[in-house]
């Protein structure tokens, strides 16, 4: 194959790493935090040149390009792979692996070896897990260990079916307040940020108020500390339903169909190659070839 990968990105000395303490810095200073999910090598470049902090490789990759219709049959080997290829990718920003379906609630002793994993075979710098509850435990388990943990509550789609479907949630003072005890819980476990998702502005506000470390919003209002979007979502590129939260900076998919329907047609109609498209051979190697042959 003719593909080769570029390996140019920002020069790493031109950006710092950016690392825990980073975010309890820009926490502290007001400054927002930027996060984004990434999936595989050439999306992890992309998002280390666009200068962001976080780069969360996601189960929701499971949908986005891995084809399956919700986050739980993704694998821990199937994360493994696609947080390596990102690891590849990126020098500067925290690289965040999402702990699957199925893969930490058994045991804090499960959930502190898939952790390991995650963090040896693929580079990550911190792991993910969502909801409260026993998760609290849990990632009280694997920061005991010396893996950071990022929380995630409100709509949590590996039990979105226990939730009623990928809608909203906490939009009732009963379960709010259980969303409110959810992120107490993670804080107090040791949690170095928690992801608020799908949840009400005034809910955010409330618990804003209540928390010490970073927050990251998606759906969350514009009071948390930082913002991830999904980059599929994010660049157009994904032609799933978009939540209300999305915002399109970009229409990816629409340029690579249009890119390959032309690339299709050109090969139909003999367009394509063309003479500058072509190796060649010195006249006298190609009589050569033929004496050779014969």
Same mark, same amino acid.
Not at 200 to 215: F, G, W
């Given at each position: ?11 790493? !000395?031109?950006?710092?790493?950016? &690392?825990?303490? *980073?975010?309890?810095?820009? @926490? /502290?200073?007001? +400054?927002?935090?930027?996060? =984004? ?88 710098? !911190?792991?993910?897990?969502?909801? &409260?509850?026993? *998760?609290?435990?849990?990632? @009280? /388990?694997?920061? +005991?260990?010396?893996?950071? =943990? ?88 994904? !032609? ?55």
């Amino acid at each position: 194959m003719s593909v080769r990968p570029s390996t140019d990105t920002v020069p790493r !000395a031109a950006r710092t790493p950016f &690392g825990l303490a *980073s975010m309890a810095e820009k @926490k /502290a200073s007001g +400054e927002p935090i930027v996060m =984004v999910t990434a999936y595989d090598f050439p999306s992890a470049q992309v998002a280390e040149e666009a200068g962001v902090d976080v780069v969360l490789v996601g189960d929701s990759g499971a949908m986005t390009v891995l084809g399956y219709p919700s986050t739980v049959p993704a694998t821990v080997e199937e994360m493994l792979m696609l947080c390596s290829a990102v690891r590849r990718g990126l020098s500067s920003p925290l690289l965040v692996g999402d702990l699957p379906f199925g893969s930490y609630e058994v045991s804090d002793e499960q959930a502190v070896r898939t952790a390991q994993r995650f963090v040896k075979e693929a580079g990550c710098d !911190a792991v993910k897990l969502e909801r &409260g509850g026993t *998760s609290i435990q849990r990632a @009280k /388990a694997i920061v +005991e260990s010396g893996i950071p =943990v990022m929380g995630h509550i409100g709509l949590t789609p590996q039990t979105a079916t226990a939730l009623g479907g990928y809608k909203s949630q906490g939009r009732d003072a009963v379960r709010a307040r259980e969303l409110v005890a959810d992120a107490e819980g993670l804080e107090a476990a040791g949690c170095f940020s928690i992801v608020f998702e799908a949840i009400p502005s005034q809910l955010t506000d409330v618990i804003m108020k209540r928390l010490s470390l970073p927050v990251i919003g998606i759906g969350a209002g514009p009071s948390t500390d930082g913002q991830v979007l999904v980059f599929h979502d994010l660049l157009g590129m994904y !032609a799933g339903h978009a939540a209300k939260f999305v915002k399109r900076y970009a229409e990816i998919r629409g340029q690579m169909i249009a890119g390959v329907t032309a690339y299709t047609d050109d090969v139909r109609n003999g367009r394509y190659p063309q003479p500058e498209h072509e190796y060649t051979m010195r006249d006298e190697e190609v009589v050569k070839l033929r004496e050779l042959l014969d």
